[in-house]
């Protein structure tokens, strides 16, 4: 995973190196990566859209859209994208 998302663009992020984050220009993508399961988050649904194809052309994966539970955190999404973690 870590070859393929640095050939991807991906840089691993100083503050943890479970963390890789891709910029171009104004558009921003982060992945957390924890055991088995990957987060995405980015400013440009499009990015994640691509990364989301080329991840799936390479791994066995699926798609669970947005979190709502995990490692017992509650993800409560508002309507303007806001995240409130419980």
Do not use: H, Q
Not at 7 to 22: L, R, W
Not at 30 to 56: G, H, P, R, T
């Amino acid at each position: 995973m870590d070859e393929f998302l640095k050939n991807e663009g991906f840089i691993v992020i100083d503050a943890d190196c479970c963390i890789y984050m891709k910029r171009n220009k104004r558009r921003t993508i982060m992945l957390s990566l924890y055991v088995d399961d990957l987060f995405i988050s980015s400013n440009c649904k499009n990015l994640c859209a691509e990364l989301k194809l080329n991840l799936n052309k390479r791994f066995e994966m699926k798609d669970l859209g947005i979190v709502k539970v995990c490692l017992g955190i509650e993800f409560n999404w508002l309507p303007d994208g806001t995240c409130l973690l419980n």
